[in-house]
Structure formats: C-alpha cells, structure tokens
C-alpha cells in the first residue's frame, strides 16, 4: 500500500466514524464538521499526487456528506483579474435578487457595498470551508450557484517588490496545482483573521469562462494602479509602468519561464510579464474545464456593450437563474472598448505582442481570442 492509500484510508476511517449513513447517529456538528473539513482538505491535498485517483475520493466523500444535507451545484465564475467578474457578479445579483457566491470570504456586501472584517458565511451549513455567501442579505438560489474563482497565477500585488513570480507564476505551470487553487479561498473570523481554505472542486458541474481581450486586462490593471495613486492614466504612463514592471520582474521571466521563441517577442513589447501571466491562466482554464470533462460557456466582457440584455438572458440560461420583476441592469460605461485599448500601444509593440500571443496560446484559447484583432 503507498502512501497515498494509506492517505485515502485514514480519510474513509474518518467518514465512515462521523460521516457515513451507516452511523446511527452523529455524534455532534462539531464532529461532523471536523471529519468534513478533514476529509475535504486531505483530499484536496491529493490531487496534487493524482487528480484522477482523487476525484474517485472525492465522490466517495460526497455522497456521504450529500446524505446529510443537500449541497447546491456550483456553477464557477472563472476569470482572470480585470476581466469583468464584477460586473457579472453585479448584474447577476440585480437582476436575480439573489446572491453569487464566491471563494473570498473575507469580502461581504452589505448591504451594497463590499466590507471586510466581517466573518464568513459558507453558503451550506454544513460545509464551513466555502465558498461563502457574497450579499449579506439577497436570498441564496436554491439549485444551483454561480460562483466566483481566480483560480491562481495572477499577482493581485501592484508596488514594486511585492510580487514574488515563486507564488503567482508557478501555479501556471502545472495542471494539478491550478485546478487545486481553483477551490482555494479566505475565509475570515474574528478569532484567526485570514485563513486559506480548500472545498470539494468535484461540486462544480458548469463553468462560466469571463473573457476580455488580454491589451484590456492589462490596460486596465494600469487604470487601477493610477487611480489607487490619484493620478490621470495616459499613454507616457502606461508606457512608464510598463517598463517598471519589465525592470522589476522581466528578466526573472526570461530566464526562469521564457522559450527563445517567447524570449525574442518578449524583447519588443511592452509589460510582456503581465501578457504572459493573463495568456498561461486561459491555457490552465481549458485545461481545467477539460479536466473536469466540463465545456465551458465562453462569455465575452466585450458583448455588454453590444447586447446587455441578451447577454444576462445568456448567463441564466445557463446557470439556472430567472430574471426578477425589478431586474437592474447597471452598466459602467467607463470600461473601454478594445479599440481604445489598442491606442496605448505602438504599431511595433502591437506586433511584437501579437507574435508573443501566438507563441503561447493553446488551441482552445486561439479559438476563444479569434474574434479579437490586433
């Protein structure tokens, strides 16, 4: 026996004592909760081992659980940072009347605006380690749950020397240690403060993918690092930040993830560190979903500004919502278009960056970016 059997064994003990359906009675919450959370996080400690071995577990451990209490389907909400996860969130949630959930539970909205510091509430009673409630008062959809996820690989950091390349690039460059951040969140109390937590990812069954064109993202990660600093973004600046960004962290890329092929592109366009980190995350998004044997539905930011209405009829379809009576549908135009993006960029930036693009993308993202042109 090796030792990831003898791993899943200790579980099964676990289950089969506080869980399984065979016990005539629990003998407490807490203890039920206990052998939950531990049979969750060993599990999910195992997919890093073999992801197919642990998902026969993982099913093993849900049905027992499932017994117990009825868990909601999750739908996940898989964007890269500045993609435009907050605007679904928000249209959801105002033409819903009920509440997304999310994998940070050290963020509530009450009642419209995001707080932190306040505990997280898990949005199943009986499954404590997420994903948590995201409104504090919009009812719950009672089926089914359009839930948010970043996954990994991004840096969320924006001053210099505060993103270390070993926590937010690494994940991308294997399957199991993204999918695994997939599940992964915070969840705050008052007592321990930030704490990282894992849930069962075998609960997803859909997967909404949040795409925006990757000179937007970047664009926009610019927007917001200006406006945290109180100054007026222009084309100088985001040319300034870029280059920032390829001192602090370009040769690290380079000569730590770079082919020669990526290398050569990477010498000619701007920001090449931020383009590569948003392009390995939609390669490990497919291949999550692909794992999962779950075809995503691609949902472009860029079609808000053409058909808001049928673009929200598209998302509850999908994931099982209705529209309310007094469906809201606020739009923030200050979003750019591509089109304006593209302006902040050299014609010789704009090809460089196109051959880095090419260079890197899977095929399933070169068909998701093909509608962009550059």
Request: with cysteine; charged share 25%.
């Amino acid at each position: 026996m090796d030792c990831l059997d003898t791993h899943v064994s200790t579980i099964r003990r676990h289950i089969k004592k506080h869980v399984s359906p065979m016990t005539t009675r629990l003998r407490s919450k807490t203890a039920f909760l206990f052998a939950t959370g531990l049979a969750a996080l060993s599990i999910l400690g195992m997919i890093a081992l073999d992801p197919h071995r642990a998902r026969s577990h993982y099913h093993y451990f849900e049905h027992a659980v499932s017994r117990r209490t009825k868990m909601r389907q999750l739908d996940w909400l898989m964007s890269y940072p500045f993609s435009g996860s907050e605007v679904t969130i928000r249209l959801t949630q105002n033409c819903s009347h009920t509440s997304v959930a999310t994998n940070y539970g050290q963020f509530l909205q009450f009642p419209d605006k995001v707080h932190a510091g306040i505990p997280s509430r898990p949005i199943e009673d009986d499954a404590v380690h997420g994903p948590f409630r995201f409104n504090s008062y919009l009812p719950l959809p009672k089926e089914e749950i359009l839930t948010r996820t970043h996954c990994s690989g991004y840096c969320r950091e924006e001053e210099p020397g505060e993103c270390r390349i070993e926590e937010f690039v690494k994940p991308l460059m294997k399957l199991t240690n993204f999918f695994a951040a997939c599940s992964s969140g915070v969840r705050w109390s008052y007592r321990r403060g930030d704490e990282i937590d894992y849930y069962n990812p075998y609960r997803v069954k859909k997967i909404v993918l949040q795409i925006r064109s990757p000179f937007s993202v970047v664009l926009s990660r610019y927007k917001r690092f200006q406006e945290k600093r109180g100054i007026k973004a222009t084309v100088a600046g985001f040319f300034s930040y870029c280059k920032n960004h390829d001192i602090t962290y370009g040769e690290k890329y380079k000569t730590t993830f770079y082919t020669p092929e990526e290398m050569a592109f990477a010498d000619d366009m701007q920001c090449h560190g931020e383009f590569y980190r948003v392009l390995k995350w939609y390669n490990k998004a497919f291949e999550v979903a692909a794992f999962l044997k779950i075809k995503p539905m691609l949902f472009y930011f860029e079609d808000y500004f053409d058909d808001l209405d049928g673009n929200v009829d598209k998302l509850f379809d999908y994931v099982g919502l209705e529209r309310h009576p007094k469906c809201e549908l606020p739009f923030d135009t200050q979003y750019e278009p591509m089109k304006e993006a593209l302006l902040y960029f050299t014609k010789d930036h704009l090809a460089a960056t196109h051959g880095f693009i090419d260079t890197i993308i899977s095929p399933e993202v070169r068909e998701a970016y093909s509608r962009y042109e550059y």
